[in-house]
């Protein structure tokens, strides 16, 4: 099990820019594919960026790419989710989760076991 905790988040006008941050505690993110996802309220949750693990490749929703950028801090043991240009509908409660994919699968929820999932952030972009 993989203990994840979002922050960063907070109310922003449109165009703004905020940097999410995904923490663990106890394990090496640098193990694990990560990868960010966010719910809109009403909608179901959509796979926007992930990381694979060890260096791998970056993969990004069609819905972000080209505005929102991820990397990896390993001397602290974080995953950053920077959001540039932010619209409205970008609102959303942003989780992070950890799991194993090794593909561009990492932007689907079902490939991360369900106790490796943060609790969320709550990211609001005003018009």
């Known amino acids: 099990q993989v203990q994840l905790v979002e922050s960063g988040g907070g109310l922003v006008q449109a165009g703004g820019s905020l940097r999410l941050s995904c923490a663990a505690s106890?394990?090496?993110?640098?193990?694990?594919?990560i990868g960010w996802f966010r719910q809109a309220p009403g909608k179901g949750r959509e796979g926007i960026s992930c990381?694979?693990?060890?260096?791998?490749?970056?993969y990004y929703a069609d819905s972000v790419a080209g505005r929102f950028s991820i990397s990896r801090d390993n001397d602290n043991n974080a995953v950053y989710l920077q959001m540039d240009n932010l619209k409205p509908q970008d609102t959303a409660v942003y989780y992070c989760?950890?799991?194993?994919?090794?593909?561009?699968?990492?932007?689907?929820?079902?490939?991360?076991?369900?106790?490796?999932w943060g609790k969320g952030t709550l990211v609001t972009v005003s018009s």
């Open positions: 990381i694979l693990a060890r260096g791998g490749r970056l």
């Open positions: 989760a950890a799991g194993g994919a090794t593909t561009d699968n990492c932007l689907v929820e079902r490939y991360y076991p369900r106790y490796n």
């Open positions: 106890g394990v090496t993110l640098d193990r694990y594919a």
